[in-house]
């Protein structure tokens, strides 16, 4: 199993916002981090094939990132994730699960166990304008996950999750990458210290930094030093 970015490229005008990333990932989780503006978004908005790409190819398991095979193993959250705020969490989940392709019982039996398995199963007859935005963001999780995917990309997944929602989150993607690709990105990087098998650093749209945790802190440092004067994107 395997995500294929080669010399995956992204230009706006005279702005080139990914700058030809090439990446080949096996079953575990990455963390992707950077400061804001780095082209995290970017990049994962190409892998999903919610923009087209100004150069480069995404594949997984063989599919080119445009076809019909490759959405159907595909989960994303996207940092800004819409929803229909007078449905509620378990008609939102069975309403998305249908588009995806599950049958109705088969939605309804998924959108029952993810409700459970981010916390929710109290507020699943609850309609998503009462949500609390951490409630929401769990949500949103629960929707990526609904058809099972062998890549699951998430951006920005833990904002506005307490404390004991980050632990749970963080059990639930170590799990889910024991077998499966996850990508998670952030700017915060106790979000994957603990979990993450890979980390990937971006700056100004190129990869500077793909190894583990334990040799981050030299590229981190230099990255930060020459951040000095301005705030600090890692906390």
Known sequence: MELKVDRLTK???????VDRISLTLGPGVYGLLGANGA???TLLRMICGVLKPT??????QGYDVATEAYRSMLGYLPQDFGYYPNFTGMDFL??????????????TI???ELLALVGLEEMGGKKIRTYSGGMRQRLGIAQALLNRPKLLV???????LDPRERVRFRNL???MGEENVVIL???????VEQIADKILLMKDGQLIFSGSCDNLQEPLEQFCMEKLGEEAPYV
């Open 110 to 112: 998924r959108s029952k």
């Open 173 to 175: 993607i170590a799990r």
């Open 154 to 160: 998430l951006d920005e997944p833990t904002a506005g």
């Open 55 to 60: 150069g480069g190819t995404v594949s997984f």
């Open 39 to 41: 082209g995290k978004t």
């Open 11 to 17: 230009q706006y005008k005279n702005k080139i916002a």
């Open 185 to 191: 990105s952030t700017h915060i990087v106790s979000d």
């Open 94 to 107: 069975v309403y998305l699960g249908l588009l995806k392709g599950l049958g109705k019982s088969q939605a």
